[in-house]
């Protein structure tokens, strides 16, 4: 697996502030947003008359993430629907798990150096939680100008990310944004059909007093590491906690697109996600690194970031991986630049004293 690193020549987002180099962006926003409605309502429909045994089979346990039976209900669909609502008009790369080679260029037959975009997605990022009925997973998109293998999540210029709720939920969220014109969202009612204007605002809480903050550790595999992180910055941050007391409190959503969402509605404080810096220490223990974030996963960090919410690599820098299936990301998120001061010295040090970070 590559990871996303800090090499010479990097690209960061303050070079490409305010420059909005898609054409017909918001109708791209509004053919996007058409299209993940269109999958959202297809697997709300199989996650209704199918059974948590039969969206949980495994169909695909090759490289990268596994896909369930679950993934497959969108995979085509976004196909279908990117080449029939997009394509047509704006030649394009769709990079997304399912397809073969991991990316295919719409319509068939176009080669990649006609592509006017590149757009990666996740169909259903929050997958296992899904399927289980225990908590919303997202549809994700981020599109870039083509600019062939070189395209980075800092090409990005605009992303939707809509949620797909459980059976027994009848509202559900889309945000999007476009660079350097803010972060826009929507609450859906699917009884009634109806929809309203979401207020979209990061927490503007100056600690961790009270609030949630989390250190993503999902799966097995150096979570004792994670968590000796998470209780340092939490003790470096607010002390000792008083007897019965809790001075913050964490959430494991296990979807980085989820993640994102509880920073911009001002639900989290902090989250970071940095478990591909664990390789070393596993290797050291006869382990092998696990599954990671990926580009496509944090492909809509643009709406964080046009939101207010302050998001980075693990060294500080705009995240800059490239637009495939493999790299593996690191990120952390904070809620404005007051949280940032305080937690962001002491997630330094923290990784440093344990040769995560160099």
């Given at each position: 697996?590559?990871?996303?690193?800090?090499?010479?020549g990097n690209r960061l987002d303050s070079d490409r502030k305010?420059?909005?180099?898609?054409?017909?962006?918001?109708?791209?926003?509004?053919?996007?947003?058409?299209?993940?409605?269109?999958?959202?309502?297809?697997?709300?429909?199989?996650?209704?008359?199918?059974?948590?045994?039969?969206?949980?089979?495994?169909?695909?346990?090759?490289?990268?993430?596994?896909?369930?039976?679950?993934?497959?209900?969108?995979?085509?669909?976004?196909?279908?629907?990117?080449?029939?609502?997009?394509?047509?008009?704006?030649?394009?790369?769709?990079?997304?798990?399912?397809?073969?080679?991991?990316?295919?260029?719409?319509?068939?037959?176009?080669?990649?150096?006609?592509?006017?975009?590149?757009?990666?997605?996740?169909?259903?990022?929050?997958?296992?939680?899904?399927?289980?009925?225990?908590?919303?997973?997202?549809?994700?998109?981020?599109?870039?100008?083509?600019?062939?293998?070189?395209?980075?999540?800092?090409?990005?210029?605009?992303?939707?990310?809509?949620?797909?709720?459980?059976?027994?939920?009848?509202?559900?969220?889309?945000?999007?944004?476009?660079?350097?014109?803010?972060?826009?969202?929507?609450?859906?009612?699917?009884?009634?059909?109806?929809?309203?204007?979401?207020?979209?605002?990061?927490?503007?809480?100056?600690?961790?007093?009270?609030?949630?903050?989390?250190?993503?550790?999902?799966?097995?595999?150096?979570?004792?590491?994670?968590?000796?992180?998470?209780?340092?910055?939490?003790?470096?941050?607010?002390?000792?906690?008083r007897a019965g007391k809790a001075y913050a409190f964490e959430?494991?959503?296990?979807?980085?697109?989820?993640?994102?969402?509880?920073?911009?509605?001002?639900?989290?404080?902090?989250?970071?996600?940095?478990?591909?810096?664990?390789?070393?220490?596993?290797?050291?223990?006869?382990?092998?690194?696990?599954?990671?974030?990926?580009?496509?996963?944090?492909?809509?960090?643009?709406?964080?970031?046009?939101?207010?919410?302050?998001?980075?690599?693990?060294?500080?820098?705009?995240?800059?991986?490239?637009?495939?299936?493999?790299?593996?990301?690191?990120?952390?998120?904070?809620?404005?630049?007051?949280?940032?001061?305080?937690?962001?010295?002491?997630?330094?040090?923290?990784?440093?004293?344990?040769?995560?970070?160099?």
């Amino acid at each position: 697996m590559k990871q996303s690193g800090l090499g010479k020549g990097n690209r960061l987002d303050s070079d490409r502030k305010g420059i909005i180099s898609l054409p017909n962006s918001e109708w791209l926003i509004g053919q996007i947003r058409a299209i993940h409605a269109e999958i959202r309502a297809a697997v709300i429909g199989a996650c209704e008359e199918s059974s948590h045994g039969e969206l949980s089979q495994v169909v695909d346990d090759g490289a990268g993430d596994t896909i369930y039976g679950v993934d497959r209900v969108s995979e085509q669909l976004l196909v279908e629907l990117f080449e029939q609502k997009i394509a047509h008009k704006f030649p394009l790369v769709l990079i997304a798990e399912g397809l073969s080679g991991g990316k295919i260029t719409l319509p068939p037959g176009t080669s990649e150096t006609e592509a006017a975009l590149r757009v990666i997605a996740d169909p259903v990022d929050g997958t296992r939680c899904l399927m289980y009925q225990k908590r919303s997973a997202w549809i994700l998109t981020g599109v870039a100008p083509n600019h062939g293998e070189n395209t980075n999540l800092v090409d990005i210029d605009l992303a939707v990310q809509s949620e797909i709720p459980l059976v027994k939920q009848h509202l559900c969220d889309t945000l999007w944004a476009m660079r350097a014109k803010g972060a826009q969202g929507e609450r859906f009612n699917r009884i009634t059909g109806e929809s309203q204007c979401l207020v979209v605002k990061p927490s503007t809480a100056a600690d961790l007093a009270h609030g949630f903050c989390s250190i993503s550790r999902f799966f097995s595999g150096g979570k004792d590491v994670l968590a000796a992180i998470d209780d340092e910055i939490i003790f470096g941050a607010g002390g000792v906690s008083r007897a019965g007391k809790a001075y913050a409190f964490e959430d494991q959503y296990l979807s980085t697109g989820g993640q994102l969402y509880e920073l911009i509605m001002g639900h989290d404080r902090f989250i970071a996600d940095v478990r591909p810096l664990l390789r070393t220490i596993l290797l050291e223990r006869g382990l092998v690194s696990g599954l990671c974030c990926h580009p496509y996963d944090v492909c809509t960090e643009l709406i964080a970031r046009e939101a207010g919410v302050l998001i980075t690599n693990e060294a500080g820098n705009s995240l800059n991986a490239p637009l495939d299936l493999d790299s593996e990301v690191s990120w952390a998120g904070y809620a404005n630049s007051k949280i940032r001061a305080i937690l962001e010295p002491l997630l330094f040090s923290a990784l440093r004293s344990r040769s995560m970070l160099t």
